[in-house]
């Protein structure tokens, strides 16, 4: 794991676990590594209630309850699937806060519509839920690096500004 990402991931921590507020993860094309970031720091237990990696449609719609409706017109590589599936976890895992992720990672399944490296991230809280898309393909590895860095910064951006203290 980069630096970078233990740095937030610290800084993530520190904040929930003061406030006592909690998080949980739903990943698709980041099978997990958004977790693995978060459980990197000791004591992340007190705050990260766990992940659900759904990485096909039907997990998406039986545990994150993504519209079947929505992933057969749009796919699941779209903002509306990133912000159900966060609502999703949200509702699932009675967490606070959430992080999710859905893209093409490569080398393959992009098309001309979705290209590869396309992924949307969506993190926030039930009533304030953001989405963030990546578009350029560096390959599989470096695709899925930079969704894991970039969706914790979102996220710990995300508490700052909503200045989350403990309370």
């Known amino acids: 794991m980069e630096f970078e990402s233990k740095i937030i991931s610290r800084q993530i921590g520190d904040i929930l676990y003061s406030s006592g507020l909690t998080l949980g993860t739903a990943e698709s094309c980041t099978g997990g590594r958004i977790s693995e970031a978060i459980i990197a720091i000791p004591g992340a237990s007190d705050y990260f209630k766990g992940s ?47 992080i999710a992720s859905t893209g093409i990672a490569g080398p393959g399944g992009g098309t001309p519509a979705i290209p590869i490296g396309t992924i949307w991230i969506a993190y926030g809280s039930k009533d ?40």
């Open 52 to 98: 659900i990696v759904a990485y096909t449609n039907e997990v998406k719609e039986q545990l994150l309850h993504v519209s079947h409706s929505v992933l057969e017109k749009q796919t699941a590589v779209c903002e509306e699937v990133a912000k159900q599936m966060a609502l999703g976890i949200i509702e699932t895992l009675g967490v606070n806060f959430a």
């Open 128 to 167: 304030d839920i953001r989405t963030f898309k990546l578009q350029e393909n560096f390959g599989r590895d470096i695709n899925l690096a930079i969704a894991t860095n970039k969706s914790m910064r979102l996220f710990l951006d995300f508490l700052q500004e909503k200045e989350i203290k403990s309370e």
